[in-house]
């Protein structure tokens, strides 16, 4: 499906304050190998307000995203629209543990946050792919703003360490998704606005990733 210029850049925006209200209305961030006593505490009290996270962070942001890689082509696009299955995957495994886990076991609440934080780890590892693909052809064909790209490079590294430490459920690694998380939010926008001044739906990515 292609998008026109203005969508695939209002998705963006989208992408980025879906993020930034989500972080908001419950900051709190238990740890990757957190006890099931520990999430049904930090969820005590806060069941709409961690919905409203998992429905932003990973719903909303899941579908912006969506918009934008569709406009890559071959592996990106792929990669791409794989994060995004797995990020709305999230978003409804977030959503029911919020909603239900918090009422029932602590170790139904653990598992499920375990299986979300697992996820998190394949939706990363799927991003780096896509953002090393796109970032490297575009600066291989001069396509595009240097430092977008070179932010995809910079994204694709650090995405892929916490990526690693989330499927391994690592308190060493995980934490380097503070770093990854900002640089994401710096790419993804930049990627949705860094097109060439044509006539059209095509974008950066698509021009820059053979098929």
């Known amino acids: 499906m292609n998008f026109d210029r203005r969508t695939v850049r209002v998705a963006g925006i989208v992408y980025l304050f879906a993020w930034i209200v989500g972080l908001s209305v419950w900051p709190t961030n238990p740890s990757v190998r957190a006890s099931g006593t520990q999430i ?3 969820l005590h009290g806060h069941v709409p307000v ?5 429905v932003c962070t990973q719903g909303i942001a899941g579908i912006a995203l969506a918009v934008i890689v569709s406009t890559f082509t071959g592996w990106a696009r792929i990669t791409g629209l794989s994060a995004v299955a ?35 780890g394949v939706k990363m590892l799927l991003l780096a792919v896509a953002a090393f693909l796109v970032s490297v052809s575009a600066l291989r064909n ?16 650090t995405i892929s360490i916490s990526g690693i430490g989330y499927l391994l459920l690592s308190t060493t690694l995980a934490p380097a998704a503070y770093v990854a998380g900002i640089v994401l939010l710096v790419w993804v926008p930049a990627t949705a606005w860094a097109r060439r001044d044509i006539t059209g739906p ?10």
């Open 40 to 42: 049904a505490a930090a």
């Open 50 to 54: 961690a919905i409203a996270q998992y």
């Open 86 to 120: 797995v990020s709305l995957t999230q978003c409804a495994l977030g959503v029911h543990m919020s909603g239900w886990s918090s009422a029932g076991s602590a170790d139904a609440a653990q598992t499920v946050f375990a299986l979300v934080n697992r996820l998190d």
């Open 142 to 157: 001069h396509i595009g703003p240097v430092w977008v790209h070179l932010t995809g490079l910079a994204l694709a590294l």
């Open 202 to 211: 095509v974008s950066v990515a698509r021009i820059a990733v053979p098929a």
